[in-house]
Each structure stands twice: as structure tokens, then as C-alpha cells.
């Protein structure tokens, strides 16, 4: 158990509806990531937050968004979901940023799935 | 532009032996580091060990090591002493020091099945 938690585990949507996935860091970690896992891109990294605010941003789509609250949890809420957005989506956890604080630990991720 | 590349797909061991699995990394950066993830069949993904760039000996974690070769730019994990319970998937991510962000850039990953 890496201490990172996310919900839900399962979800399943249709195209056009918004989910939001939920993730809360290991205790004392200050940033949190989100990657997505997909057959064909394989695993890519979303966007980070570090102590609320926005850090960095890959490829994520405009239909995307994220926030990262006072308390430390974040959500990822995809709407207007397409087929391809189907993946298993992936949050991450460090105390920081740089040298070995920068280590990440991943939460169990959230299999999402658009029919 | 940052790149891991991991060029075994897949690779079998018999159990109780020792496998190396390969990764090469381009970057220009000269802080960075380099990671091993293990992602089993249930899907999570388990930190494996790290090694930063500035780290002058290989790093080690119980049966996992990296072999660092910086002027080569490769990050090869090795396992000792396979167990069944090493058959899983195996990324090599790295990320970027000294910046705004360490986001990772994993590799394709290679698929690891230890044999009895």
C-alpha cells in the first residue's frame, strides 16, 4: 500500500458525461500527479499541483481539468468524454520537488471506461 | 527532447535467477533522475528504486540494484534472484531536476515473466 488512495476504482460512462476521479496523497507529500495509462499512448503525465497550486502541464486535453484543494486532495475531472478517453488514470504523490523528495508513489488508479 | 527507451518487450527468467532489464534515457539536462516502476497484473504500480544523476554509487533496494552507466546513458535494473512474484510489467521512468517540475517520462515498458 503505497498510502496514496483513489476513487473510484471502477467507472463506467458514457460518451458526452463528466466524471470526476478523486485522489488523496500520502500524508506530508506536498505535490500530486496524474498520468494516464492507455494500449496505445502508453503512460503519459496529465498535470502536476504542488501545495495547490498548478505546476506543470503535459498532455492534457482542454476537456480536461484539475484542482489540487487546501486539504492536499485533488480531482481530475474529465468531461465530455470521448471513446479514446477510456484508460486507467493514475495519481501520484511526493514530498517535493527535485532530488530523492522527488520520489512519487502512485495510487492504485481509477479504470476508467467510456461506452 | 527528454526519451526513455526500453527495447525488450518481453523477457522470461527462470526463477532463483538473475535478469537485467534495459533502458536508455536522452536527455541534455545534467540533474536528473531515474526510477523503476513494477506494475503486476492488478494493475497498481509499485516504486521500485531510484538513482539521481549526481549519485556517485548504483542505487540498491533489497533485490533490485541499477546499473548506472552515466557516460552511456543507461539505467538497467537488475533483479536477483527471481521469484514467481516478479512476473509483472516493468517501466523505467525518469524525471527532470532543478525545475518547476519532476513529472515522469516512462518508458514502453517490458513484460517480465519468471518461469518455475
Known amino acids: 500500500d503505497s498510502g496514496v488512495t483513489q476513487t473510484p476504482k471502477h467507472l463506467i460512462t458514457a460518451t458526452g458525461q463528466r466524471v470526476t476521479l478523486r485522489c488523496s496523497p500520502r500524508s506530508g507529500d506536498l505535490s500530486v500527479y496524474w498520468y494516464q495509462q492507455s494500449l496505445d499512448q502508453g503512460l503519459q503525465f496529465l498535470i502536476q499541483y504542488y501545495n495547490g497550486e498548478e505546476r506543470a502541464k503535459g498532455n492534457i486535453l482542454e476537456r480536461f481539468s484539475a484542482q489540487q484543494f487546501p486539504d492536499l486532495h485533488s480531482e481530475l475531472n474529465l468531461s465530455s468524454l470521448e471513446l479514446g478517453d477510456s484508460a486507467l488514470y493514475f495519481c501520484a504523490s511526493s514530498k517535493s520537488v527535485g532530488g530523492r523528495w522527488s520520489e512519487q508513489f502512485f495510487g492504485p488508479g481509477t479504470r476508467l471506461t467510456v461506452l | 527532447a527528454q526519451k526513455i527507451t526500453q527495447t525488450q518487450p518481453g523477457m522470461f527468467v527462470q526463477e532463483k535467477e538473475a535478469v537485467t532489464l534495459d533502458c536508455t534515457y536522452d536527455t541534455s539536462d545534467q540533474s536528473y533522475g531515474l526510477f523503476w516502476y513494477k506494475q503486476p497484473s492488478s494493475g497498481e504500480m509499485i516504486f521500485l528504486i531510484y538513482?539521481?544523476?549526481?549519485?556517485?554509487q548504483n542505487a540498491t533496494e533489497g533485490r533490485y540494484s541499477l546499473n548506472f552507466q552515466k557516460a552511456r546513458k543507461s539505467a538497467n535494473l537488475v533483479i536477483s534472484a527471481s521469484q514467481l512474484g516478479d512476473s509483472a510489467m516493468y517501466f523505467c521512468a525518469m524525471s527532470l531536476g532543478g525545475g518547476a517540475t519532476n513529472k515522469l517520462i516512462f518508458g514502453t515498458g517490458t513484460l517480465l515473466a519468471v518461469q518455475p
Open positions: 538513482q539521481g544523476s549526481y549519485d556517485e
